[in-house]
């Protein structure tokens, strides 16, 4: 909300409340005053209504009073006169022909005339029907009245005068009665002069025609009054002889009471009243309402209006010397925040606190600018770092997604700009296929992350140190590290990934890999180029040899001698090609050697095994070509034609050159130096076959080196009588059965160094090899310290293999249970590896030192101290 | 100073103990199972627990859970192969305090043994 919007809300609600409040209080005073004004009014008209109602009322009480004082009068011009004084005594005629006459009677308008002497006789008395102009009969119930010193009757004096009401039953009766005494108004009092009139429709008409009042009368013997009349007649008291009631809005009604002349109470008498006073009354107070509410209107009005224009008044001068100013503050100062252009300053006229804001903010702006500068300055430095660090580097945040900042090599590596905010695993590319490694490397990162331990440990536990990673059409080798960057304790750790990279490093060790095959390869050919002719050949052999097995495999179980034959030159190429660093080799022919193994393990040999074995044994006759045409480059001959070759020092041969020029010859001994000579030369050719052990068995002591590497068993290697000659044929051929004694002493006879401290032994084995001569023969020895042969266990394994039938089993000495391990189908190898290979056993060891050297082999061992293994075979393989 | 070596095989237990002793660790206890390394930390206070990761009747990682759970903050290194190195990461959570990859040397071994044992 804008100060504009708050300063305009605030003062708008101070407003309306003040125009409320003010409307409360003076509806409060305006309404109340005239409410007053109002109820005393009303009081008034009311009160001056009763006093009229009552008036009313009187009047036709009055009205009343006179008809019968009327009456009264009537009764007085005849009562009071000598002639009737005189009648009354005498009855004369002349009085009754006179006075007493129909018609004098009928104009006195009145019902009943009575002449009563003082005895009670009735000395004249008639009654009119006054409509019709009858005389009719006075009625009975007047009877009761007539009576000497009666009501009627009894006057104590001249002046005496009764008159009122008597409640006969036809209707009320106005009546007066006066004592009959001389014109001088002196008695003594001869009777009562009776006048009555009745007080009836007519009469009634006639009061209200007087008083303008509609009068009604009701008997009060009556047998049914309305309610109201009842109720009026119950109230009725001396003090209050005269009720009002406001019967509506309209009509008011007046009651009172009239007594007979016993001063009971006989008629009640109501008068209906128009209200005109409560109407005018009622109209007062509307008018005055109406008045209260125009001056209420106007003095809200009156209040609004002064509000608006205090109001317009304290706004137009909040806007014109605060708002409109501070929002012209705010705005310039917003626009420099958002450019970031903090050369700008922002200004304010005249000379008050907001100019003094002002000043304060262009001097913020001032050393915001000085700063803003050197963090430029060093966020410009701090990229250039980055950038010129040939590292890809990038921090990732807390749910390791990349953040702004990284350097140039990062965009480079990883092809993309558009880094910042992206999942790291998502611009490394694993996600679909490769999600579970973007998964593992999320926990990593995590547990980076959450320092649980020092981060060296963590590093160790990198799931991917290096990555192979395609973008926009270049793919390089990546390594992946990932540091801590600990951001104060309350805010969490971000990463570093530094990403370098190492597809040069890894293209250069691929080729120095490459180039130490090539150089073992090279160093194997130049140390014995003929090891290396002679390994050609043999392999050339070989090759030739099991193409034409293969040639004749088919799915049928004729074929199973066959591949357990290819499967024992493919498993001689293996090795050989090992220990002349052909890696490739090497590893086509283990290959070919695993599915062979399975194929000979099979219960049937399938027809896509058979082919598949063909296929493979192409490629591996190729990867041989190959080899073959390098090494021809190198040796510059037929390498692999076959055929030995040796090499004799030109001095040796020039030796015997001389020595044989030199011979002279005695007649007589001629044959016997001839063949003497002969027998020289063969031991000199024969000796020209000879080469020194070392360099003889030189293709069994190559697989060593390999061979421990492979192994990780640390094992002294010593080898005795290294000089002694042996006939090049012969040490070739021993060679064959050395390696495989070799290889087994290393991988089976030699524990691991666990078991060896465990044994008591020293951690390094040893394995020694001794070669010498011996009356014509050349004598072998391979013996290692390993753990030895259980004759136990070797009849255990034979009777299990079922080369040994038990009777067999029990004859056999320990040391006979030794040889065991010559016999065909024996191998105590329980585990298979790629040294030892998969049964190739000394059956043919044994097989190739007695059929091809007409020698012998023998075996001498004991359980954990070593096996010791002792070949003699003929120094040379001619007899001569 | 008393450590304990878990391991099923018992080769692997004795080597460990050799070299350990070589260290001048004067105790070393040995279990050949998860279930035993737990019982026997609960009875005994260890300077340091090795725990192999791929036992018969109980789980290193099992093993060091259980031991995590009941309170117990002796450092425990996991004895681990390659194969097992996310697995690793997973053990660390749960409270593993470091790790050793099979086959290891000696040397790697006493560095890590005394970085815990504080020698």
Sequence with gaps: MTLRTKTFAVIGSALIALVVILYGISQSVVQGGFRKVETDLAAGFAQIENRDADRNVQRVVDALGFRIENLSLKAADWSQWDDTYKFIVDDNKAYRESNLTKDALSALKINLILLVDTSGKVVFGTAFDLENGTEVAVPQSLKAYLAPQSLLTKHSSPESVVEGLLLLPENPLMIVSRPIVTSEAAGPIRGSLIFGRFLDDAEFERLSTITHLSIQRHRVDAASTPADVRGALDEFSPRKPILVRALNTDTMAGYTTVSDLARKPALVLRVDIPREIHRQSVATQEAIRSRGRVVLASLVGSICAAGLVLGGLILWILESSVLSRVARLSTKAVHIGASEDFAGRVSAEGKDEISTLAGSINTMLEALGASHGIIRERNAEVSLLMDTVPAGLLSLDEEFRVNPEHSRAAAEMLGTDALRGRAFTEVLGLTGEREDKGTELVEFLDLLRLELVPEETVAGLNPLEELHFEAGGAARWLRLRYFLIRRGSDLPNHILAVLEDITEEKRLAAQVATSQRENLQLRAIAEDPDLFREFLSETRRILTEVEGLAARLDATEASRPLVAEIFRGVHTIKGVAGSFGLGDLSALASELETSLDHLRKADEIPQDGVDQTRTSLAHLSDAFSEVVEGAKKLLGDDVAGGGLFLRISSEELLRHMVEIRSLTLDDGVKEAVLSRIKEEVLRRLRALREVPARRGLARSLKILPGLLERLGKPVAFRFEGEDTPVDCDVVQELNTSLIHLIRNAVDHGIEPADERVEAGKPEEGAVSLAVSRQDGDVVVTLADDGRGLDPQKLKAAALRKGILDPAECGRLSAEEALGLIFRPGFSTAEQVTDVSGRGVGMDAVLDSIRQKLGGDIRVASSPGEGTRFTITVPASLQTG | ?119
């Design chain 2, 1 to 119: 100073m008393k450590v304990l070596v878990v391991d099923d095989s018992m080769t692997m237990r004795k080597v460990v103990a050799t070299y350990l002793q070589g260290m001048g660790v004067s105790e070393v206890d040995q279990a050949e199972n998860g279930a035993q390394a737990v019982e026997m930390a609960a009875k005994t206070e260890y300077a340091c627990i090795f725990l192999d990761w791929n036992m018969p009747v109980l789980l290193g990682i099992d093993a060091l859970r259980a031991i995590r759970a009941s309170g117990n903050q002796v450092p425990v290194v996991m004895v681990t192969t390659e194969t097992e190195k996310r697995s690793v990461v997973q053990a660390i959570k749960d409270g593993a305090s470091d790790y050793l990859m099979k086959p290891f040397q000696k040397d790697a071994f006493v560095e890590r043994a005394r970085r815990h044992l504080k020698l």
